[in-house]
């Protein structure tokens, strides 16, 4: 019945201005700190700032051919770009700066344009169809997803979901839980912490850069694609690697024994006493295990 | 024919609305393609009940100027030009979002836990169910394509194409060594895989 009021809230609220050629936007709203936003920008750039104030702000630019829109009240709103009937829209033309409440939920739509976000605490969920992504801060729920779009992800945030088609994913300093997925694009985990990670890619390499807690756990599955780890010399952890058409090249100390390579065949190890666990499987890329400063 | 040019032809090739060459190209490829003909088997009830939907469907005044909004052209200004009627759109929305609905639920499973010796059961019933959820997600997919800008379709189809050739190649490695766990494990991974693109990919056609 609260969501039934709440849509009805945000229809009779809706204020659709309909904006000539590139006009600027201007626009704001109050809101609550912890509210439910909906954007939606198909043809330009969308970049979603957290700030301290319980408003909504938007600035930008409307391409010719598109029309802004803005409404909400309470806990929800919405607002975007929308292509005009009759003259359609030039993809990569627009932009929407839009502020929002450090904790509100966001939920942002592109086709071709790309999105940013920085300085959020709540949750976001991102996607677009070859549009590039970006994500900064320690938030509680990431998901973003791409058909071709590369896309990033900065910062300790708890709950961390990614996919592309043949983009790429770079995950800077991740310590929550993760899981990223790829078709053909690659996934690079750099200064890595998780608490648990799981990739998975058909073609694409996977780069695992970093260390592991003794009660973490690491998951990667790939088809063909390179799994490269790099992981400190004392690291605690339990191995199962295993490529059945490609090499293990296992080098984790350079004081330990000689690098020592396997085809076809599983290597199950434990360094450092155990603690962590790290299975990787391949059909047929090769799998590297090297010791990082 | 390619296995994707056959997928796209599935719908004219049912209402017999192809050429006689591009027919007999279709019938070809199907005839020596043993995973378009699953493709095909998998994919006939939900043609037969597309089939079987009311040819003509009137939206309620009040909802349709949002669906119309929804199907009007996109792209530097060019009108689209739609080949698929508006009925079979409106099933294939319907199938999409039930199909989305099935899919999440079924994906939040996961695998179930066991003895190992009936992994390779739970691994094949685990791909038997995979298969039917994207033969379904496909043609939901194919319905609705046209609502999809090309170089999209073109970006759908290349993943498609690097799934289908791992797909195919690891279940080709698990006919040679049946019960191989770690290759049952990679094909259920490449249906997975398959079936949240195509997810991923029909979700697109109604959100964009």
Redo the contacts between chains.
Sequence with gaps: MRRLAAGLAILTAIAVTGVAAQQKIARRIPIAPDASIRIQNLPGTTRVIGWDLDTIAVTGSAPAGTTFYMGGAGRVAKLGLESDEKTGFVPGTGLLEVRVPRGARVWVKSAVGSIEVEGLSGEVDVASASGSIRITGSLRLVTAETMEGDLEVSGGSQLVRVRTGNGKIVLFRPTGDLTASTVAGPVQLLDAQPASARIETVSGAVTYDGTLDRRASLEIQTHSGEVDLRLPPSVSAEFDLYSVGGTVLVALSPKGPAPKAAKGKPQFFTAGGGGANVVVRSFKGNIRLQGRD | MTCAELRARLDAYARDALSRSEASRFEEHLNGCAECQAFLEAAEPRLARTESLARQIEPAPDLWPGIR?RL????????RRFLVPAWMLAAAAVLIVALSSGVTFFLSRGPASGPAASASIRAAELEAQYASAAADLALALEAARTR??P??VA??E??LA??DS?LA??RR?LAGDPGNA??E??VV??W??KV??LR??TA?TT??
Excluded at chain 2, 73 to 79: D, W
Aim: aromatic fraction near 2%; avoid cysteine.
């Design positions: 909004s009007l052209p996109r792209g530097a200004g060019s009108r999809l800008a170089a999209t970006t759908i290349r993943n690097v799934i791992a190649e690891s490695a770690t290759l494990q990679l991974a490449a997975r895989q949240e693109f991923r990919a697109l959100e964009l």
